[in-house]
């Protein structure tokens, strides 16, 4: 079975301070992996999502970047933090159509 | 971009009954909906999917949805303490393919009353 891994689970930053969060999905080959974000008071917001190694679509201008070393890896970065980058990260994969989130990564920026 | 409608609430329904979740959409192109549970600190779950007009039923939740309103819902029969969480509804963003991500309502927030 497939199984999605996400750390840290919880973080808090300084304002312009760098980011790193990891996700991996194992059980699975070539998934299309997905980044969001769950702000306080609002829905979830898509960020970026891979259909392969390399290939990064965004969905939001923002200070925040993705990246997909390998195939079940994707990495969500940001060079300086801002305090409306609080919130709660979720990674997710999916082969046709349904998403599976991982545990999520809950971000306070300071 | 496509929009999702729900109700915020809270909906309270007692232990037992049937409780009734309901989601609009903005876009009739819309082929797939999606029903994800999220307790409160935790990720989304999938529940349910439905891409056909109609009843899909699991257990005890049931999806119906009616493309011609652009109205999809779910219900949840005798209603357990377990089942109080956020409940979100979700359809693709784009044309539905493979790779597209998901637009989520605000969901709703549901207390089953013991």
């Known amino acids: 079975s497939q199984t999605i891994h996400q750390w840290p689970a919880t973080l808090v930053q300084p304002v312009g301070s760098p980011l790193s969060l990891e996700c991996t999905v194992e059980?699975?080959?070539?998934?299309?992996l997905y980044w969001y974000r769950q702000a306080a008071g609002r829905g979830l917001q898509l960020l970026f999502y891979?259909?392969?190694?390399?290939?990064i679509s965004s969905e939001v201008p923002q200070n925040l970047s993705a990246s997909r070393p390998q195939d079940r890896q994707f990495i969500l970065s940001s060079k300086k933090l801002l305090l409306s980058d609080s919130g709660f990260y979720l990674c997710?994969?999916?082969?046709?159509?349904?998403?599976?989130f991982g545990p999520g990564t809950r971000l306070t920026v300071l | 971009q496509k929009e999702v409608e729900q109700n915020s609430g809270p909906l309270s329904v007692p232990e037992g009954a049937i409780a009734s979740l309901n989601c609009t959409y903005s876009?009739?192109?819309?082929?797939?909906f999606f029903w994800y549970r999220q307790y409160s600190g935790k990720s989304p779950e999938l529940i349910m999917s439905?891409?056909?007009?109609g009843d899909k039923e699991d257990g005890r939740f049931t999806a119906q949805l009616n493309k011609a309103s652009q109205y999809v819902s779910l219900l949840i029969r005798d209603s357990q303490p377990s089942d109080s969480a956020t409940y979100l509804c979700?359809?693709?963003?784009?044309?539905?393919?493979?790779?597209?991500?998901?637009?989520f309502g605000k969901g709703t927030h549901l207390i089953i009353q013991p």
């Open positions: 439905i891409y056909s007009n």
């Open positions: 979700a359809v693709p963003m784009y044309s539905g393919g493979g790779a597209d991500g998901l637009t």
């Open positions: 876009d009739r192109v819309s082929q797939s």
């Open positions: 891979s259909v392969g190694i390399g290939q």
């Open positions: 997710a994969w999916s082969l046709a159509g349904e998403q599976f």
């Open positions: 059980g699975t080959s070539n998934p299309n």
